[in-house]
């Protein structure tokens, strides 16, 4: 039998071997062009900040029914302890989702009979009393806040499973907010606020020393055009209504500079500003054409000097069809901001109770917590002095290299 059929084989081996190879080379080449026509389509139809949107999901309209008493008697539901309170998570519940066998719990020593838990790094994530992790425990990092404004984690080796920041590459991805596209485009006209607008350039600052030393952009950049400074690091605050009218109606550009030039770090002060008829003049680490619409802000980062800047304003200043350009995405786009206990932060929660109810699916273990977090620079991180640790922190901020 076997002698046979390896006969069999040898003699139609040649037509075998040209059918096949111009078989395979055809696939190839028409799954190439397939690829490349994907490619350019999805680049080019499905806009520049869909990775940002797909990632973040969204409950169905349609309302569950809420967790009943005897259900929370079931093995099925999964307990998610909220690692020292105070955490503002507290009043969010899972109602909503399509996995919503789930339930926080803030009661101290619920640690170890809970199969998730989740630590903030402000309030627990400390190196000194990391607690002891039982088998199987699903441990999720949370931080709102860029790197070198939260701790290093040297002693965290083999013990996070989860992260929910807003990196991209997070398990659970909380941006500050996103924008969204209108289920049909609107005609905005803000030509008449434009108009009226009777001041140029403001910002809101509350930390005046940060990272990314900003104050020194600003300070540089008032060489040349005025800055208003609201906020306890300049004429001092404002209330919301105010706020809202300096915004609005008052003030042509706001400076969306964020405290560090971090990965993916782009905070409410960017978000924020399309809610406003203002152009936001954004400074900081993350590529902004994956949050907003190219043309719709306007970039330091973009200019080689401050002066340069200056002079861009100058230009948009006697040509108002320029200005206005920066509102034509107003259009198409809204934008709406991740609060921190709002039902927009539910839905990734939702996300977390999917997934705790699926473990085998998502199992992850971070074995060097630190670099994907910090940087490869450990003790180099976090000398007192900002200006000295920007020299060894490379991997997800950078220090400012535009005072100039
Ligand atoms: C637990 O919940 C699951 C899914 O909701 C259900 O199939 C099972 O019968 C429940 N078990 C008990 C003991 O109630
Ligand atoms: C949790 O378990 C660890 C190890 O078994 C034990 O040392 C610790 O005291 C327990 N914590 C609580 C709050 O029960
Ligand atoms: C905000 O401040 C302005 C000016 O001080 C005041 O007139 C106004 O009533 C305040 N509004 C609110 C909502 O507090
Ligand atoms: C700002 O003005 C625009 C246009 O009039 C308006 O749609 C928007 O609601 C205002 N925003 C706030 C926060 O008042
Ligand atoms: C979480 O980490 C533990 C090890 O500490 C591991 O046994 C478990 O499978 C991980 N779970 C998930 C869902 O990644
Ligand atoms: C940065 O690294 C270099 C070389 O490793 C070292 O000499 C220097 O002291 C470091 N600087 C800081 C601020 O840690």
Redesign the pocket.
């Given at each position: 039998m076997d002698g046979k059929q390896k006969s069999r084989c040898g003699r139609f081996s040649s037509t075998h071997w040209y059918n096949n190879t111009f078989r395979s080379v055809f696939f190839a080449i028409t799954l190439s062009v397939f690829c490349v026509t994907m490619f350019l389509f999805s680049t080019v139809f499905s806009g520049y900040y869909d990775y940002v949107m797909l990632t973040v999901r969204h409950i169905s309209q349609e309302k569950i029914p809420s967790i009943i008493a005897?259900?929370k008697a079931?093995h099925?539901m999964k307990t998610i302890y909220l690692h020292t309170s105070p955490f503002y998570w507290n009043s969010i519940n899972f109602d909503g989702c399509e996995e919503n066998?789930c339930e926080l719990i803030t009661k101290p020593g619920s640690l170890n009979s809970s199969d998730c838990v989740v630590f903030h790094f402000k309030v627990n994530m400390d190196n000194k009393n990391i607690p002891s992790k039982p088998r199987g425990q699903v441990w999720v990092f949370y931080a709102r806040e860029a790197p070198p404004r939260t701790l290093t984690y040297p002693h965290w080796h083999n013990l996070v499973n989860w992260t929910f920041t807003l990196r991209r590459d997070s398990d659970f991805l909380m941006p500050y907010g996103r924008l969204f596209q209108r289920p049909k485009p609107v005609s905005l006209d803000f030509s008449k606020i434009i108009q009226r607008k009777s001041k140029g350039v403001a910002a809101m600052i509350g930390n005046c020393h940060t990272e990314s030393l900003r104050d020194q952009y600003i300070n540089l950049f008032e060489q040349y055009r005025e800055v208003d400074i609201y906020g306890s690091c300049g004429k001092g605050s404002v209330n919301i209504s105010q706020r809202h009218s300096l915004l609005n109606e008052t003030y042509k550009y706001y400076l969306s500079f964020e405290n560090s030039l971090c990965r993916d770090y782009i905070t409410e002060k960017a978000f924020d500003m399309y809610s406003f008829v203002t152009v936001p003049i954004v400074r900081g680490g993350a590529l902004y054409d994956l949050y907003f619409p190219p043309g719709s802000y306007i970039n330091t980062n973009d200019f080689s000097t401050v002066k340069e800047l200056a002079d861009h304003l100058k230009f948009l200043d006697s040509n108002p069809e320029a200005y206005s350009s920066y509102f034509k995405s107003r259009n198409y786009f809204g934008s709406k901001l991740f609060t921190k206990n709002k039902l927009s932060e539910n839905n990734i929660l939702c996300d977390l109770c999917k997934r705790l109810h699926n473990p085998k699916k998502y199992v992850r273990l971070y074995n060097n917590f630190q670099t994907w977090w910090n940087s490869e620079d450990i003790k180099k991180l976090h000398p007192s002095k900002f200006d000295a640790a920007w020299k060894n922190y490379t991997v997800h901020c950078k220090p400012p290299t535009d005072l100039h």
């Open positions: 005897h259900e079931n099925s066998r």
